[in-house]
């Protein structure tokens, strides 16, 4: 017989790291809030290639030669290019301004150019929150349609309600993180955040279901012989190695990209990163253990 992990035995221990982490992160994205970048706020972002250029220098040529203030410079050193955040830029400045920088460095490329009005950012920054909660409303009500028949010791909504909370918390652990990215290392969030977090909800709940639909395959045979937790326990342990094997393929696709992909992506893998790891715990120590929680017979 395999060994079998006491994972329901240890749930209060799971449990309160992942309680005391959201408790964290939610301190965070209230105290520090978000660095938004131009998806959101409105605004210019300019991607340059300097082979021999620095952040002082082009700051200095944005604010000696271009007449232009409030700059925000962040390099890549991986492809010598630098991002240029700044106000709206009219095209007619545009044009004149990279005639001018590319007078005074020489080789310089121009990697691309996007300007976004204040109304518009604002109107992706309400969607992208509206279509966040959309998607954790939509999730919770299909998990408790889908689990409808399983009424026996937790009632069918139960699952649907413990998939939010599981949810918020991958959501949320990866948000606090960039809030205090963003605080002291001025990473901004972008649509790319939005994404990331909407990808990071789907393969969560996609391993949650996997461990719940085995949990109602276990409760149908059983029928009531052995306790709840026992049940649980035996379920989470036979689709513990499936869960893991799956997502560790997802860890090392993004972890290769963390390191040679586009610098321009780096946070956008990163939160990936970060929501993956979170959401594997989540379905294997907090949503099964949860399940205990709810069920008012205790065993």
Aim: no cysteine; glycine share 10%; charged share 15%.
């Amino acid at each position: 017989m395999a060994y079998e992990w006491n994972i329901i035995g240890r749930k209060n221990i799971f449990l309160g790291v992942s309680g005391t982490l959201v408790a964290v992160a939610l301190f965070v994205v209230i105290f520090f809030g978000f660095r938004q970048g131009i998806d959101f706020t409105g605004g210019t972002l300019w991607q340059l290639r300097i082979p021999e250029g620095s952040n002082e220098s082009l700051a200095r040529a944005f604010g000696e030669d271009l007449k232009i203030e409030d700059v925000v410079i962040t390099a890549s050193p991986r492809d010598a290019s630098f991002f240029v955040r700044l106000k709206d830029m009219p095209q007619a400045d545009h044009v004149a301004g990279l005639a001018l920088l590319k007078k005074k460095f020489t080789g310089l490329e121009e990697l691309g150019f996007q300007s976004i009005g204040p109304s518009i950012g604002r109107e992706l920054r309400d969607r992208a929150y509206l279509a966040i909660a959309f998607v954790l409303l939509g999730i919770s009500l299909y998990i408790a349609f889908a689990f409808r028949k399983v009424s026996r010791p937790v009632s069918s909504w139960k699952y649907g309600a413990i998939t939010l909370l599981t949810l918020f918390h991958d959501v949320a652990i990866p948000a606090g993180f960039l809030a205090f990215m963003g605080k002291y290392y001025g990473v901004e969030i972008d649509g790319n955040f939005i994404v990331a977090l909407l990808v990071v909800m789907g393969f969560s709940v996609h391993d949650t279901i996997v461990v719940f639909d085995r949990i109602r395959e276990n409760l149908s045979l059983d029928r009531g012989k052995t306790a709840f937790r026992i049940v649980v326990n035996q379920s989470v342990n036979q689709t513990l190695g499936r869960s893991v094997n799956t997502s560790l393929t997802l860890i090392l696709v993004l972890l290769a990209l963390i390191f040679v992909g586009p610098h321009a992506l780096f946070y956008f893998i990163l939160t990936l990163l970060l929501g993956v790891v979170t959401g594997i715990y989540s379905s294997i120590f907090v949503a099964s253990p949860a399940l205990l929680l709810f069920n008012r017979q205790g065993v």
